[in-house]
């Protein structure tokens, strides 16, 4: 009898180890409970707990596993990460504007250091000819040199206000433009790089427009985690408040073409000094702490560019 018995409880040591089960109560909490039973069947797969005798007993939470390693929602891993419902529309879409389909191109330019002054000159005869001229359905928004940051670097924004259609549109019939044409080549000889980026407008920002000068601009630039675009823009949608106090806030903008989760925000100060009164300000306002505690661990890399316009700029 006793054998026959020793070799039951053999046969289904061996099945629980083949289904590496693991099961556990882990948190039984309220007042009079007497005792639980934990029962197991079904090679370890079903897990039932029974409380007798108890007044406010209240069981928790039930773990049970097949194989507790491979399981990538396990118990101990969701304490460590966080659960995002999935989305069902690019962030592209939940961010910018919807009144307006306006598409946003920024260039920068490295110009050779003993160049500028000549690229300067060129852009200043070119350029407005392009924002002027009703056959180019495009805007000027800025123009720069840059002061601060990265050396010897023109910088500028222009505006699409039909979008992706109106981009191709002035592209082609700049290619068609000799003018233009000739001033690519001249332009291209005084560059060391170049590159650009499509932006989109994040629809809780200014829209940038003209504005009297002298100022002095800075655009601040960041590098974002892949998918964390939305949750910046949560709490940037926010923070913008504290932010507008001394009308500084010019334009926001995220990438879709070029360096993607790229964000960049141009601001405008009187000068140097009241760039640092304003910011130093912000954290006077209860709230301002907030946004940086919860943005600043989505950022990769970012850097400031402080800006100098040119004079053909809409923005002075």
């Known amino acids: 009898m006793l054998a026959a018995h020793a070799h039951v409880i053999r046969r289904r040591g061996e099945c629980h180890l083949q289904s590496k089960m693991a099961a556990r109560v882990l948190i039984n909490t309220g007042a009079g ?6 029962r197991v069947q079904g090679e370890g797969r079903l897990l039932a707990t029974t409380v007798a005798n108890t007044s406010t007993a209240t069981i928790t939470r039930a773990l049970s596993a097949t194989s507790y390693n491979n399981r990538e929602d396990s118990w101990f891993k969701s304490l460590f990460v966080r659960k995002v419902d999935p989305r069902k529309d690019a962030h592209s879409n939940l961010l910018a504007k919807k009144e307006t389909s306006s598409l946003y191109k920024i260039q ?11 690229y300067n000159k060129l852009c200043v005869e070119v350029l407005p000819k392009v924002h002027t001229d009703q056959n180019y359905p495009c805007e000027l928004v800025g123009t720069w040199n840059t002061w601060y940051g990265e050396q010897d670097q023109a910088v500028h ?14 592209m082609s019939k700049l290619r ?25 407008e994040f629809s809780f920002w200014n ?5 009297s000068g002298p100022n002095i601009y800075e655009l601040r630039s960041y590098q974002l985690r892949p998918g964390t675009m939305i949750e910046w823009g949560n709490n940037w949608a926010r923070a913008i408040r504290y932010r507008q106090e001394n009308n500084e806030a010019v334009g926001g903008f995220f990438s879709q073409i070029g360096e993607l989760y790229m964000v960049h925000h141009l601001w405008a100060y009187k000068d140097l000094q009241s760039r640092d009164e304003t910011r130093n300000s912000a954290w006077q306002k209860p709230g301002w702490d907030e946004c940086v505690y919860y943005t600043v661990p989505l950022i990769q890399r970012m850097d400031s560019r402080i800006m100098i316009p040119l004079k053909i700029s809409p923005l002075q």
């Open 33 to 38: 409970v007497s005792r639980a039973i934990v």
């Open 207 to 211: 829209e940038p427009v003209p504005r």
């Open 108 to 118: 920068f330019h490295n110009v050779k250091p003993e160049c500028l002054e000549t």
């Open 176 to 200: 068609q433009n000799k003018e233009f044409m000739e001033f690519r080549k001249e332009r291209g000889k005084m560059l060391l790089s170049r590159k650009n980026q499509l932006l989109l």
């Open 157 to 170: 924004l222009w505006k699409y206000s039909g979008g992706y259609p109106t981009l191709t549109e002035v």
